[in-house]
Structures are given as C-alpha cells and as structure tokens.
C-alpha cells in the first residue's frame, strides 16, 4: 500500500509541476483524474500479485514431486538429533500442524485481494491528496507523517495480536479503517468471527468513500495551485468549500 500509494503521488506531483495536468483537465473532470491515476495503478499491483502467486505455485508445484519421503525423513531424523528437546519442537509442530489446518484457504485468499485492493485505495487517496497540495518531494514530508503513523503503529502491534487475536486491541484495530487492511489479516487465520469481518469490511469501504471525497474535494484546487505554501488550515479550508 505504502509503495503503491508513493507512485501515485510522485505521479501527482510530475503532472503538476510539468503543467501537464493544465492541459489534461481541459477535457477531462480533475475528480476522473485523480481516480484514473489510482485504478490503474491499482490494478498494476493486482497484476503484479496475481503473477507472483502463479510463479510460486508453479515453483512449488515443481519442487515438490522432488522431494521423497526419504528425504523428508532424512531431514526429520538430522533435526531431531540436533533439537535439544523433541518434546517441545514436537508439541510446537502440532500446534502450527493445527493451526495451518483450520486456516479457511478461500476466505484468507479473497480477504486478502479484499484488504490489498480497498486499503490500497483508502491510502492512495490520501497520498493523491497530498501530491495535489505540494510542489516537490521535499514539502510532502509535513503530511506523510500522519498517513504513515497507523501503519507503523500497526507492524508494532503486530506481536499484541498475535498473543490474543480475539482481545478488545485486535478487534478495534481490525475495523477501524486506517489499521484493518494490516491487522484483520493477521487475525483471520485465527478464526476472526463473521460479523467482525463484515464489519470490517463494511467500514473499509466507508473508508475509501470518505477518503476519496475528501481527496477529490482538495485535489481539484491544489493541482492548479503552484508556489502557495500549503498546511492543514489551508487544507481544511479547501475542503469546506462549496463547489
């Protein structure tokens, strides 16, 4: 989401600074600007994702049928030798063995084109956004801070979750927008109940929605904007405005 989020902003920024956005909105909506921009994008990264999936099944595939039970049980005989306490790698391996048996394969694949797609939309928003209101790199560093913060803040929690993925942390940042795309895939192969899901899912549009009309409403005036120092009271203002 980060990397992708970034393209679309530099391509924000090089279109506004070459002045060729002045020429493209002579025929086109800024809105349909900005949303063209990040679809396609956006379906650059699904495609990138769908090939990595093919060449790892494929890899796999092949890879597999080589190896024998022989050397399977080769392997499991020098592993035990070197463990210093089979006890405890074999109730380790159970509870993985476990784990990876109940894990719904349909639903993590389909939530996870889901959360990829929708929270790569929620933030490429924003990154829109603010490739609108700034004239080079250098300036964007005021307004990444807060887009950034949610992310971080969720790969801290990542170890929270995992310890007790069904506690009031867990649930609250799986369906609040900014969180949900990273933590409530962290939290599905633990049998994340239904409704949290749909929940979640519900409000991660909603998300998108209010993002994307938020950074339609800004991005129609700042990427005509050139020169004029630009902060969240200018921003605010911009949003306020009747159309």
């Known amino acids: 989401?980060?990397?992708?989020?970034?393209?679309?902003?530099?391509?924000?920024?090089?279109?506004?600074?070459?002045?060729?956005v002045e020429i493209l909105v002579s025929s086109v909506r800024p809105f349909h600007l900005m949303m063209?921009?990040?679809l396609g994008i956006a379906a650059v990264g699904l495609t990138q994702f769908v090939l990595w999936i093919v060449l790892t099944v494929s890899i796999i595939s092949f890879v597999a049928p080589m190896i024998t039970d022989g050397g399977v049980e080769d392997m499991a005989a020098a592993q035990s030798e070197l463990a210093q306490s089979p006890e405890a790698q074999n109730e380790l391996l159970a509870a993985i063995d476990e784990v990876v048996n109940n894990i719904n394969i349909p639903l993590l694949v389909?939530?996870?084109?889901f959360y990829f797609l929708a929270g790569y939309l929620f933030y490429a928003a924003l990154f829109a956004m603010i490739g609108a209101v700034v004239d080079s790199?250098?300036?964007?560093?005021?307004?990444?801070?807060p887009i950034m913060l949610p992310l971080i803040a969720s790969m801290m929690f990542l170890g929270v979750i995992i310890k007790d993925p069904s506690g009031p942390i867990?649930?609250?940042m799986s369906i609040i927008p900014f969180f949900s795309p990273i933590i409530m895939m962290i939290r599905i192969p633990f049998d994340v109940p239904l409704w949290e899901l749909a929940l979640s899912m519900f409000l991660m549009v909603a998300g998108f929605i209010g993002t994307t009309w938020m950074a339609g409403r800004v991005y129609r005036i700042g990427i005509?904007?050139?020169?004029?120092?630009?902060?969240?009271?200018?921003?605010?203002?911009w949003l306020m405005m009747k159309n």
């Open 224 to 237: 005509l904007m050139h020169g004029a120092k630009v902060n969240y009271k200018v921003i605010f203002k």
């Open 1 to 20: 989401m980060l990397i992708y989020g970034s393209q679309v902003m530099r391509g924000v920024m090089q279109e506004k600074t070459s002045k060729i």
């Open 137 to 145: 790199e250098a300036d964007t560093q005021q307004f990444m801070l």
């Open 110 to 113: 389909g939530s996870f084109f």
């Open 170 to 172: 867990a649930f609250w």
């Open 36 to 38: 063209g921009k990040i």
